[in-house]
């Protein structure tokens, strides 16, 4: 019997795809920060899961993010092919099929949230859905190709799972959880602002109206000093309001004060300085800050627990 060769259409559809693409295709950098956080809110909660159930909530809601950055990804194809920082993704570079990274972004929220739901507990998974729901709509269809605020406002997606982690955990939502919340949600403006700085002609080329495109360099940097002022004390309020060890505080305040100096350093930077080396040092200093006041609150926890010492 004599082989049918494929036709040309059937050949433009088949996929070059790699399981290193598809994991490309989840964003894992940015997962790896959601499962981070997302386990902090977990560990901090009052009630502590099973073990294998709170490992499978921690890959539930890895699924979730991942599934975020894989819709994203897919609707964001015809603007990434245009910039040189993520020209190189598989879609634009034509390894994954658009079709291909839609139905695996729907397929794993799907599961995730299914997952959350069923063995941990249906407001967190509630959480999750909402959570996939406004990064993949709202934020990637709406705001960040309409409004320079795209990142204040798209930046709530990147902030609910310490909340999710301490939902799955509790069934609630607690003011500990919310103050997470805001540390994340305060931090990503100047952190993303910060590489707009020095990623504008992207972002000009594709026509995201980041603020360094719209509102200027200089008012930029004006407003990622004002939004370091807010961050460092906001901080340090698991320490203020009784949450966590003095310890924590003055980890908490010193890690502010620096997010303070390099925001600063960007403020004053030369105009003539086209290199941004002081955004481009605020942009990796803002990446330790937010994994150290983490790290500092979750062996605060962990510790007081040892210890039997105040905190949560």
Partial sequence: MALVEPTRDE???????????????????????VVFT????????????????????????????????????WYDADIDAVMSRTAGRPIPAGRVMPGEALSFGLVLSVLSVMTLGVLANWL?????????????????????RSTPQNIVIGGAAGAFPPIIGWAAATGTVSIESVILFLIIFLWTPPHFWALALFKSGDYERAGIPMMPNVAGEASTRRQIFVYSLLIAPVGVLPWALGYASLGYGMVSAALGAGFVWYAWKVLVMPAEDRKMKAAKALFGYSLLYLFGIFAAFLADVLIGRAFGLAGI
């Fill in 124 to 144: 967190a998974a509630a959480l999750l859905a909402f959570t996939i729901f406004f990064y993949a709509v709202i934020y990637t269809m709406w705001l960040k």
């Fill in 11 to 33: 050949e433009v559809q088949l996929s070059e795809a790699t399981a290193g693409d598809y994991l490309e295709l989840l964003k894992p950098r940015v997962m790896s920060l």
């Fill in 38 to 73: 997302a386990f902090v809110g977990m560990v901090a909660a009052p009630i502590l899961p099973h073990p294998f159930l709170a490992v499978v909530a921690i890959l539930a809601i890895a699924a979730g993010a991942g599934a975020s950055g894989a819709l994203n990804m």
